[in-house]
């Protein structure tokens, strides 16, 4: 799978997909997300086909005239993606441009104990 970021549509889809129990059908994509969106079958269909071919889903054949889908990258393996692209590309490869970022949205106390408990977990393992 080439690394590539997904389409808001396309998202939503893995989204469904990641957070049921594959396989999934065509029509079970449709009734959890494209009827929400307004979507026509074929939409659904042509979203489902692209992220077989960028190497997101695998599919069969299923019953009847159905297709199931499973997922060939897991949601944090997308996210690890995602993010690391973002950090490239928008901060200049520097982690610290991302947290100064992030401190003037406000961290809330919360927000400031987990980082520190993770900066504290990634020293213990460095040594």
């Known amino acids: 799978m080439k690394e590539s970021r997904l389409p808001e549509a396309e998202f939503a889809i893995m989204k469904y997909i990641w957070g049921v129990t594959p396989p999934v059908t065509s029509a079970m994509v449709m009734a959890n997300v494209g009827l929400a969106r307004g979507w026509k079958p074929q939409t659904g269909l042509t979203?489902?086909?692209?992220?077989?071919?960028?190497?997101?889903?695998?599919?069969?054949?299923?019953?009847?005239?159905?297709?199931?889908?499973t997922p060939l990258i897991s949601r944090e393996q997308y996210l690890e993606m995602e993010t690391s692209a973002f950090v490239s590309d928008v901060h200049g490869r520097s982690v610290s441009s991302l947290l100064a970022s992030l401190s003037?949205?406000?961290?809330?106390?919360?927000?400031?104990?987990?980082?520190?408990?993770w900066f504290d977990r990634l020293t213990q393992e460095r040594k």
């Open 104 to 117: 003037r949205e406000k961290l809330t106390d919360r927000d400031v104990d987990e980082l520190k408990s």
């Open 47 to 69: 979203l489902l086909a692209r992220l077989c071919e960028r190497g997101f889903l695998s599919t069969q054949k299923g019953p009847g005239r159905e297709k199931t889908f």
